[in-house]
């Protein structure tokens, strides 16, 4: 089974700085993707990034970029110039590649608040 | 294009009530899912649905049942609710890992 790790409830940023969520899982698989999702107070889930494992370059999305560690089973995020919309929860999210079904394992998340 | 949509966005129940959540999505996705989030848990699977006359147990099943309808709805029921089935839900479809997820239901038990 797969499991998860975020160990950071909570983190403050001030706009237009930089934070950084860290995410950590343990699998015996090689093939798999990795996600970070955002709920805003909205409830909505949002993705943010994703992640292939088989690719070694680290994805990013205009301010979210990712730094993925395969060896060392590392995923964190990486918001640049933050804004106040991204006051958010975020969750970090696991994919065997091989279930074709689709199972999404999650972590605990992280609320991320960004302050004026 | 509506994605996934769920009714009651809001429910409350009191102990021993039953109920079915349902779930429709309109993005022909095969794959249905049932999530409970709870705090400082994450988003737990409860049940899923690989594709249309399939369901299966994911990690959390006990005290809920789902029926797969057809392949636009996926159906959430609790027989006999108990206040730790107090959560938030969502629904969600997937095709090829592209997930959708609903808007949730945020159901209290009393």
């Known amino acids: 089974a797969q499991t998860v790790t975020q160990s950071q409830p909570e983190m403050s940023v001030q706009e237009a700085e930089t934070v950084t969520l860290s995410c950590t899982y343990d699998?015996?698989?090689?093939?798999?993707?990795l996600f970070w999702y955002k709920q805003p107070p909205s409830r909505q889930m949002i993705l943010v990034i994703r992640?292939?494992?088989?690719?070694?370059q680290n994805a990013t999305e205009n301010r979210f970029s990712v730094n993925f560690q395969k060896a060392a089973k590392s995923f964190s995020l990486k918001i640049s110039d933050s804004q106040l919309g991204d006051t958010a929860m975020y969750f970090c999210?696991?994919?065997?590649?091989?279930?074709?079904?689709?199972?999404?394992?999650f972590g605990a998340g992280t609320q991320v608040v960004v302050t004026p | 294009n509506a994605g996934v949509t769920q009714t009651p966005k809001f429910q409350v129940l009191k102990t021993g009530q039953s109920m079915t959540l349902q779930c429709a999505q309109d993005?022909?996705?095969?794959?249905m899912y049932w999530y409970r989030q709870d705090p400082g848990m994450g988003l737990r699977l409860i049940y899923y649905?690989?594709?249309?006359?399939?369901?299966d147990k994911g990690e959390v099943p006990n005290g809920y049942n789902v029926s797969r309808l057809n392949k636009r709805e996926f159906s959430l029921r609790l027989e006999s609710a108990a206040p730790s089935q107090t959560s938030v839900y969502f629904c969600?479809?997937?095709?090829?890992?592209?997930?959708?997820f609903g808007s949730g239901t945020r159901l209290t038990v009393v």
């Open positions: 969600a479809s997937s095709e090829r890992g592209g997930y959708t």
């Open positions: 993005m022909n996705h095969n794959s």
């Open positions: 992640q292939e494992a088989y690719k070694q």
């Open positions: 649905s690989a594709s249309e006359g399939t369901t």
């Open positions: 999210a696991f994919m065997k590649r091989s279930d074709s079904w689709g199972k999404l394992q």
């Open positions: 699998t015996s698989e090689n093939n798999y993707y």
